[in-house]
């Protein structure tokens, strides 16, 4: 069966300010006055709940600490970034960009996995675009939105409970966008991902390693060393570079068996984006024009606005 015409990326509720406002009152138990205000802070400065919330609870910015664990658990921050980022212009582009290459790449309904999807846009999005997808997050405010997100659009997506419950070469696709800087072990997160992929199947990922900064205070700083890196985190694991947009924001890697080559239907693309990766890789020591790109990026918090027919 062939997929339908791919949507708009900007996926509901996303266009409707107050009925994202009550959801998040309704899953945080906060006075509609305090979401609202908490969600304009976060309109003027990505970032700023979840840096405001760690420096009041003591913890070492951009550090991997037990309390960095509890605080993933306990907090309510991420649901008013996660809001505001999935509304901007940048967000919605590589939505729509991993839509369009699944759509030109396979043409037909894959099997994916999307993987750390917080409040569940990508998932809702590409279950529209016509994708068998299973969802993963382990914020359970974050669970709790996607479930009724994804009951309130009428579209199944499956709800991974954990991530020991993935099954081997499971998947056609795995999608992984801004998870890997996050985490304590990013190449033992992409073994796993990976473990799960078919052969021949497509790894989607965004991971801005260099960017440590403290409006990004969970990015970790151990994590810079895999800025722009392909030998280490995918090469281990059969993963091919094939395609992605510059600044591998997303890059698209197949899994294949040691003596094989990857199907790369535009070898040029290829090439380019390996030097964007050299690029990248100065951020290891050196990050701060990084840095400055992304906050100037993310401050430019304008909202997507789908196309006129």
């Not at 997506?157 to 795995?174: G, K, T």
């Not at 998870?179 to 497509?202: I, N």
């Not at 964007?276 to 701060?288: E, K, P, Q």
Request: net charge neutral.
């Amino acid at each position: 069966m062939p997929l339908p015409q791919v949507p708009d990326p900007l996926v509901q509720p996303l266009g409707d300010e107050q009925t994202l406002l009550s959801l998040i009152a309704g899953i945080t138990g906060e006075p509609a006055a305090t979401v609202e205000t908490r969600f304009r802070q976060e309109q003027r400065l990505l970032g700023a709940n979840v840096a405001e919330e760690i420096h009041q609870r003591g913890i070492t910015p951009n550090t991997w600490t037990d309390r960095l664990v509890e605080f993933y658990a306990q907090t309510h921050s991420f649901l008013y970034e996660s809001l505001v980022w999935n509304h901007t212009v940048l967000k919605n582009q590589v939505r729509k960009w991993i839509a369009d290459f699944l759509y030109a790449d396979f043409g037909r309904p894959a099997k994916m996995l999307v993987f750390g999807d917080g409040l569940g846009f990508e998932s809702l999005y590409f279950a529209q675009a016509g994708h068998e997808v299973t969802y993963f997050e382990v914020s359970a405010d974050c669970v709790q939105f996607a479930r009724s997100n994804f009951q309130s659009a009428g579209v199944q997506v499956q709800i991974l409970q954990r991530p020991d419950q993935l099954e081997s070469e499971s998947f056609e696709v795995v999608v992984c966008l801004d998870v890997l800087e996050h985490v304590p072990d990013p190449p033992a997160v992409v073994a796993q991902l990976a473990a799960a992929l078919c052969s021949g199947g497509r790894m989607i990922v965004h991971a801005p390693f260099y960017f440590v900064d403290r409006v990004v205070s969970t990015h970790l700083r151990s994590n810079m060393t895999y800025s722009g890196d392909l030998s280490r985190l995918y090469t281990p694991h059969g993963l091919r570079l094939i395609d992605g947009r510059l600044f591998w924001d997303p890059i698209v890697l197949e899994k294949v068996a040691a003596d094989s080559r990857p199907h790369c239907k535009r070898p040029w693309r290829r090439l380019v984006l390996r030097a964007f990766g050299l690029l990248l890789a100065v951020g290891r020591f050196w990050a701060l024009p990084h840095i400055w790109i992304a906050k100037a990026m993310s401050r430019s918090n304008r909202n997507w606005r789908p196309k006129r027919a």
